[in-house]
């Protein structure tokens, strides 16, 4: 089976007219972080006003899964800045909104129903922009080849106390993804619940291990001055030290709600890491695009920096998000990846029947004939 995409435009072909059209699509991923944006600048609220406020998030449940189908291929030599200027300016977004979730709790009484509706809207709204936005974000940014960028990233990881995501998922992941060591690559028949359980430790723990290896740190223990350069040791200083800078600014109910958006937005991201790469395996073979599930809904595609194409992504980390192709071989999903969030976290037995009838009819995962050399 063939895994080459459809043939690309190149810019030679395209006026200026039809390249900034193209950009403006990728502006729909300011559609969250605006929504909790709006929120943090309108409170504190009457529960009546939290409550409709947090109709927002259904309503981009429903935007994802009416959308059309993105299966448009991307455009060769495109200005690059453009693109990279976008992710820059949604990592200090993203950065605005949790100072500002913070500075609004420092205010919201928790001991009345309106600042108990206030809290439950927050950590859903800013977690979701958090987790669906700054995430995606970072995660665009970490594959990056420039320092600058990667620190960024780490920033915004650390915002949501994740920061070794930054180290496992490019030197862990990317290199183990679809087998049995991957502790990211979901298993046929696996529950979202015992994935979560297993996933954020081992995670964990793989980032330990390769920042160990990286500097040299075998038989060194925790307390050595040498673990400073450990990226890791890092990541928990810098969040330590977020927790006690909101703490000291905005007091304890603003670090309450630092660290449940926090919560939310890894929750949404083990989601999304649990069905991107659901019941497939490889071994002794480079990554395919048969290794990642795809979704063409055209709201993840120009929404969520096209994470939509995982498959691309994971077949030639390399390429940026404006030049991820669509591959008609990668199994897909019937919802972009918001709607998948919420079929995983909400009817997970839904999912795995959905998911399992599409690697059957692809054969794929535990229906290919051979499985280490499917195609």
Request: glycine share 8%.
């Amino acid at each position: 089976m063939q895994t080459v995409a459809a043939p690309q435009t190149t810019i030679e072909s395209l006026s200026a007219g039809s390249i900034a059209r193209r950009f403006t699509r990728y502006l729909l991923t300011l559609t969250i972080p605006v929504s909790a944006l709006l929120f943090t600048l309108t409170g504190p609220h009457t529960w009546e006003w939290a409550l409709a406020l947090w109709m927002i998030l259904p309503l981009h449940v429903v935007l994802d899964a009416i959308g059309k189908p993105g299966r448009d291929q991307p455009v060769e030599g495109e200005p690059s800045w453009l693109y990279t200027g976008l992710l820059v300016f949604l990592a200090a977004f993203h950065l605005v909104n949790v100072v500002l979730i913070c500075r609004m709790f420092a205010t919201v009484d928790l001991a009345t129903v309106d600042g108990i509706a206030d809290l439950l809207v927050a950590v859903q709204l800013v977690g979701t922009s958090s987790g669906l936005s700054g995430i995606v974000v970072a995660h665009e940014l970490m594959h990056r080849p420039h320092k600058g960028l990667q620190l960024l990233s780490r920033v915004v990881m650390a915002l949501v106390l994740y920061e070794h995501f930054f180290t496992e998922h490019v030197r862990g992941h990317h290199v183990r993804v679809g087998t049995r060591d991957d502790p990211a690559t979901a298993r046929f028949r696996e529950r979202f619940g015992p994935f979560m359980l297993r996933t954020i430790p081992a995670q964990f723990r793989s980032a330990w291990e390769i920042e160990i290896k990286r500097n040299g740190l075998e038989g060194k223990g925790l307390w050595h001055p040498a673990q400073l350069r450990n990226r890791v040791v890092q990541g928990i200083l810098g969040e330590l030290l977020l927790v006690a800078v909101t703490g000291a600014l905005f007091g304890g109910v603003a670090v309450v709600i630092f660290v449940a958006q926090a919560l939310w937005a890894i929750r949404l991201l083990e989601a999304v890491n649990y069905f991107e790469h659901w019941g497939l395996s490889r071994a002794g073979r480079k990554v395919r695009p048969v290794d990642s599930w795809d979704t063409e809904s055209s709201f993840t595609l120009y929404g969520m920096v096209g994470l939509s194409r995982h498959a691309d992504h994971h077949a030639y980390a390399s390429r940026p998000y404006q030049s991820l192709r669509h591959f008609d071989v990668s199994p897909k999903y019937p919802g972009g990846y918001i709607s998948m969030v919420v079929m995983v976290t909400n009817n997970n037995r839904k999912f795995m029947r959905l998911a399992t009838q599409e690697l059957e009819a692809r054969k794929l995962g535990p229906f290919a004939e051979a499985p280490s050399e499917a195609a």
